[in-house]
């Protein structure tokens, strides 16, 4: 037993600097020697200054010297030749590789990412329960080099290792779920314009650019037109940079925080102004490539943000929090990792793929849940327009029947007089006061009617019914009727006999009233003997116009916003024409359309 023990003991004194070999895949990174010198192969060889290192990526990432050296020990511990692979993904480098026997160099070869995204390797025999060391050069680059990670690796995975390496798109999985969010987004804020959708598409493309290496596609193409190593800032700026500007912009313009809360919106706004002086500074400083990670390390503030606003919405907020957290972690760690040196996962582009896709679909379905909230908010909106043009219809109404009402009234007052006067003065024959009640059931009559269409105008119920384009046109003017005549206003009518319409009644009588409100004050402008309104009918069409000499050519085209009027000074709300456009799009399902002719203004109702 103790026999094995000091065997063992043994054997780790011997093997603890060297790098044993089997058939599995090796992360390259512990038990590797340093040498901070320019000098050539063969002094290397016998130079014993060479320093552990048990943090290669530690090392790398700091970038002391232009040129220096690396020693790796192998050994294999098998009874079996290995064919290896030393796989880099190390970009903008220039290696001289070495492998050397017994202190003698074997083979040479030089080594260089080219344009292959920052992927080079090389290839070695080792045989059965041999030792071997690989001696490599690094020499100086135009361009700021950027480790990832290194492996020992079977030669025979090598195709697959590069094709699989940092690319789970190979597969098109995430590729595809991510194209199909940034088109439907893209569609829908062609549908909406809603600037939160329009950031989202811009994070979308930001990820696709990142975790697809999509800029270095671009890096190629550009390379031969621009000087390489100001390319090769612009893109190792723009994946950090695009992240964090369009993460920052669609969380200011989803939370709506300019208005709702202005302190995170001003913090916003200078971690924004940080963020490009972190650019200004990585284009001034040669040795500033680390500079444009500095800002990620904020990134876990955007998960306070979705915390705080769990007051406002607590399903979006909520959903918004558990996408920053699925985004950030690999982008915080990637920062981390550069700052600090930090050894842990070597490449957080892997992670990147999947939670980056996982976050763009939370966010698309809290962008979806935020597009329904303000269509619910619109729809009650519109509920509440249409309510107050209601009112303010029925206060025109009342006023119309109570001008309406003052002839009857007055005729039956000169009744009730008349019949009196005869009592008094006993003439009063049957005959007389019966035909002066019937003259009284008239006037009570219409009076009836008057207030019977009163009603049923603002009556609740919501049924289609058919009816004439004629009828439409008369009960719509019986409401207007007295202010009409008051007004000298004169009403032309062309009615197609056989037109009949299946819809709405009192919703379009509503339409019908609102233009003519609005024709009868722009009217007034006009002479009285030169009052005119146009009633034209055709096919699913009803054309009402005036001679009021149009509407101003710079505003037409706002006629039918909310809250939009040209009757400011006579207390117009400018919510007629606005609830007309939902009365004829929603409730009656066509539309209501405007234009100018050569008497004035030409509202023109097309029916379903």
Request: proline share 2%.
């Given at each position: 037993?103790?026999?094995?023990?000091l065997?063992?003991?043994?054997?780790l004194?011997?093997f603890s600097?060297?790098?044993?070999?089997?058939?599995e895949?090796?992360?390259?990174?512990?038990?590797?020697?340093?040498?901070?010198?320019?000098?050539?192969i063969?002094?290397?060889?016998?130079?014993s200054?060479?320093?552990?290192?048990?943090?290669?990526?530690v090392?790398?990432?700091?970038?002391?010297?232009?040129?220096?050296?690396?020693?790796?020990?192998?050994?294999?511990?098998?009874?079996?030749?290995?064919?290896?692979?030393?796989?880099f993904?190390?970009?903008?480098?220039?290696?001289?590789?070495?492998?050397?026997?017994d202190n003698?160099?074997?083979?040479?070869?030089?080594?260089?990412d080219?344009?292959?995204n920052?992927?080079?390797?090389?290839?070695?025999?080792?045989?059965?329960?041999?030792?071997?060391?690989?001696?490599?050069?690094?020499n100086?680059h135009?361009l700021?080099d950027?480790?990832?990670?290194?492996?020992?690796?079977?030669?025979?995975?090598l195709?697959?290792e590069?094709?699989?390496?940092?690319?789970?798109?190979k597969?098109?999985?995430?590729?595809?779920?991510?194209?199909?969010?940034?088109?439907?987004?893209?569609?829908?804020?062609?549908m909406?314009?809603?600037?939160?959708?329009?950031?989202?598409?811009?994070?979308?493309?930001?990820?696709?650019?990142?975790?697809s290496?999509?800029h270095?596609?671009?890096?190629s193409?550009?390379?031969?037109?621009l000087?390489?190593?100001?390319l090769?800032?612009?893109?190792?700026?723009?994946?950090?940079?695009?992240?964090?500007?369009?993460?920052?912009?669609?969380?200011k313009?989803?939370?709506?925080l300019k208005?709702?809360?202005?302190?995170i919106?001003?913090?916003?706004?200078?971690y924004?102004?940080?963020?490009?002086?972190?650019?200004i500074?990585?284009?001034?400083f040669?040795?500033g490539?680390?500079?444009?990670?500095?800002p990620?390390?904020?990134?876990?503030?955007?998960?306070?943000?979705?915390?705080?606003?769990?007051?406002?919405?607590?399903?979006?907020?909520?959903l918004?929090s558990?996408a920053?957290?699925?985004?950030?972690?690999?982008?915080?760690?990637?920062?981390?990792?550069?700052?600090?040196n930090?050894?842990?996962?070597?490449n957080?582009?892997?992670?990147?793929q999947?939670?980056?896709?996982l976050?763009?679909l939370?966010?698309?379905i809290?962008t979806y849940?935020?597009?329904?909230?303000?269509?619910?908010?619109k729809?009650?909106f519109?509920?509440?327009?249409?309510?107050?043009?209601?009112?303010?219809?029925?206060?025109?109404?009342?006023?119309?029947i109570?001008?309406?009402?003052?002839?009857?009234?007055?005729?039956l007052?000169?009744?009730?007089?008349?019949?009196?006067?005869?009592s008094q003065?006993?003439?009063l024959?049957?005959?007389?006061?019966?035909?002066?009640?019937?003259?009284?059931?008239?006037?009570?009559?219409?009076?009836?009617?008057?207030?019977?269409?009163?009603?049923?105008?603002?009556?609740?119920?919501?049924?289609?019914?058919?009816?004439?384009?004629?009828?439409?046109?008369?009960d719509?003017?019986?409401?207007?009727?007295?202010?009409?005549?008051?007004?000298?206003?004169?009403?032309?009518?062309?009615?197609d006999a056989?037109?009949?319409?299946?819809?709405?009644?009192?919703e379009?009588?509503?339409?019908?009233?609102?233009?003519?409100?609005?024709?009868?004050?722009?009217?007034?402008?006009?002479?009285?003997?030169?009052?005119?309104?146009?009633?034209?009918?055709?096919k699913?069409?009803i054309?009402?116009?005036?001679n009021a000499?149009?509407?101003d050519?710079?505003?037409?085209?706002?006629?039918?916003?909310?809250?939009?009027?040209t009757?400011l000074?006579?207390?117009?709300?400018?919510?007629?024409?606005?609830?007309?456009?939902?009365?004829?799009?929603?409730?009656?399902?066509g539309?209501?359309?405007?234009a100018?002719?050569?008497?004035?203004?030409?509202?023109?109702?097309?029916?379903?």
């Amino acid at each position: 037993m103790k026999f094995f023990f000091l065997f063992f003991l043994l054997t780790l004194s011997l093997f603890s600097g060297v790098i044993t070999l089997n058939e599995e895949k090796l992360l390259l990174h512990r038990n590797t020697y340093l040498l901070n010198e320019n000098i050539f192969i063969e002094d290397a060889l016998k130079h014993s200054d060479f320093i552990k290192n048990n943090n290669l990526s530690v090392f790398l990432r700091k970038q002391f010297t232009k040129n220096y050296w690396l020693k790796i020990p192998l050994k294999n511990t098998l009874n079996k030749e290995l064919d290896k692979t030393l796989l880099f993904y190390w970009k903008n480098i220039n290696l001289q590789v070495y492998y050397s026997k017994d202190n003698k160099i074997i083979e040479t070869k030089s080594v260089s990412d080219g344009i292959n995204n920052g992927i080079s390797y090389y290839s070695f025999i080792i045989g059965p329960n041999e030792e071997s060391t690989i001696y490599i050069k690094v020499n100086d680059h135009p361009l700021v080099d950027d480790f990832s990670a290194a492996y020992i690796i079977n030669t025979e995975q090598l195709i697959s290792e590069i094709s699989n390496y940092g690319s789970v798109y190979k597969h098109g999985l995430l590729f595809g779920i991510l194209l199909t969010i940034l088109f439907a987004s893209l569609f829908m804020y062609f549908m909406t314009s809603l600037k939160s959708y329009f950031y989202y598409v811009l994070f979308v493309m930001s990820i696709i650019f990142i975790t697809s290496n999509l800029h270095w596609s671009f890096y190629s193409a550009l390379s031969p037109y621009l000087e390489k190593s100001i390319l090769y800032n612009i893109m190792k700026v723009a994946n950090p940079f695009s992240i964090l500007m369009t993460l920052t912009l669609f969380t200011k313009e989803f939370f709506d925080l300019k208005y709702k809360h202005a302190t995170i919106n001003s913090i916003l706004n200078f971690y924004m102004l940080s963020c490009i002086l972190m650019v200004i500074i990585q284009f001034i400083f040669s040795n500033g490539s680390l500079i444009i990670f500095y800002p990620g390390i904020l990134l876990p503030g955007f998960i306070l943000i979705g915390l705080i606003m769990l007051k406002q919405d607590k399903l979006q907020a909520s959903l918004y929090s558990i996408a920053m957290i699925l985004l950030i972690y690999p982008l915080f760690m990637e920062s981390f990792i550069r700052i600090f040196n930090f050894d842990g996962v070597q490449n957080m582009n892997n992670y990147l793929q999947v939670t980056s896709t996982l976050c763009s679909l939370c966010l698309s379905i809290v962008t979806y849940i935020k597009l329904l909230s303000i269509l619910e908010e619109k729809r009650q909106f519109e509920k509440e327009i249409l309510a107050r043009s209601r009112f303010s219809a029925m206060g025109e109404m009342i006023a119309n029947i109570a001008h309406q009402w003052r002839q009857p009234l007055s005729h039956l007052s000169s009744i009730v007089v008349n019949i009196d006067m005869h009592s008094q003065l006993d003439k009063l024959s049957p005959k007389t006061l019966q035909d002066k009640l019937n003259e009284m059931h008239l006037q009570i009559r219409h009076m009836t009617n008057t207030i019977e269409d009163f009603m049923n105008f603002f009556s609740q119920k919501k049924q289609k019914s058919t009816f004439s384009c004629k009828e439409i046109i008369d009960d719509s003017l019986s409401f207007m009727r007295t202010s009409f005549e008051s007004n000298h206003i004169q009403i032309y009518t062309q009615c197609d006999a056989m037109f009949e319409i299946n819809t709405y009644k009192n919703e379009l009588i509503q339409v019908i009233i609102t233009i003519l409100t609005n024709a009868k004050d722009a009217l007034k402008d006009n002479p009285e003997e030169d009052r005119k309104i146009y009633f034209k009918t055709s096919k699913n069409e009803i054309s009402i116009s005036d001679n009021a000499g149009g509407i101003d050519s710079k505003i037409i085209h706002r006629i039918f916003e909310p809250y939009f009027s040209t009757k400011l000074e006579k207390n117009g709300t400018g919510l007629g024409l606005y609830t007309a456009k939902i009365i004829m799009e929603n409730n009656i399902k066509g539309s209501i359309q405007v234009a100018n002719n050569k008497r004035g203004a030409e509202f023109i109702l097309k029916l379903p």
